[in-house]
Structures are given as structure tokens and as C-alpha cells.
Nanobody
């Protein structure tokens, strides 16, 4: 049972990036999939979540109107489209799956993917 986040990189302010969260060993359709991020010197926090049974979504105020979470059961993958990126978006981004609640504790954390915004 594993989730792998990918797609990070070095970005210019105002640019876009799409992160992917791919599942292996289980199917996402009965889970809440959350995107989290941890900036240097800060705690990891949840920023977006999707309930794969009905595709309802949540976006934190810090990313609302700039980031969009989406999910595709056929691909067993969840995406995070990030637009109008800012230097403050620099962080390691992780995804996790929780069977009960959005942005819940989920399972073991994977490696994450680094997003670095240049200033």
C-alpha cells in the first residue's frame, strides 16, 4: 500500500505546476486523499483534499483560487494543479489517504516532492 507524490520542481513566480499522487497496492475510490506541505522550519499542514467516492473537495484559504485538486479513479491518481505560484509556496508536498476524514492522519508518509519557488 503506497502513495507516491511527484511532479515538483523549480518554478518562477506566477507560473504553474501539476503534482501527481499515484496509488499502488490499493484503490483510491473509498478514500479521502489529501495534499499536505511542509515549508522549511514549519510543521506539515493540509492544503487540499478530495473525497474519491463523490469527488467533493476542500481547499485551504492559503491556496484557494490558485490550487485545484482533482481525482480520477480510472487512473488511481489524484492531481494538484498549482497556478500563480508564489515564493511562499516553497515546500515539500506530500499526499496521503485516510478512509474516514479529509486531511485525516492517514497512513505512513511517503518521500514527498519538492517545489521551490524562485524569488
Amino acid at each position: 500500500v503506497q502513495l507516491q507524490a511527484s511532479g515538483g520542481g523549480l518554478v518562477q513566480p506566477g507560473s504553474s505546476l501539476r503534482l501527481s499522487c499515484a496509488a499502488s497496492g490499493f484503490t483510491l475510490d473509498s478514500y479521502n486523499i489529501g495534499w499536505f506541505r511542509q515549508a522549511p522550519g514549519k510543521e506539515r499542514g493540509g492544503i487540499a483534499c478530495i473525497t474519491m467516492s463523490d469527488f467533493s473537495t476542500f481547499h485551504a484559504d492559503s491556496v484557494k483560487d490558485r490550487f485545484t485538486i482533482s481525482g480520477y479513479n480510472a487512473k488511481n491518481t489524484v492531481y494538484l494543479q498549482m497556478d500563480r505560484l508564489k515564493p511562499d509556496d516553497t515546500a515539500v508536498y506530500y499526499c496521503n489517504a485516510d478512509p474516514v476524514e479529509c486531511l485525516g492522519p492517514g497512513g505512513p508518509w511517503g518521500q514527498g516532492t519538492q517545489v521551490t519557488g524562485s524569488s
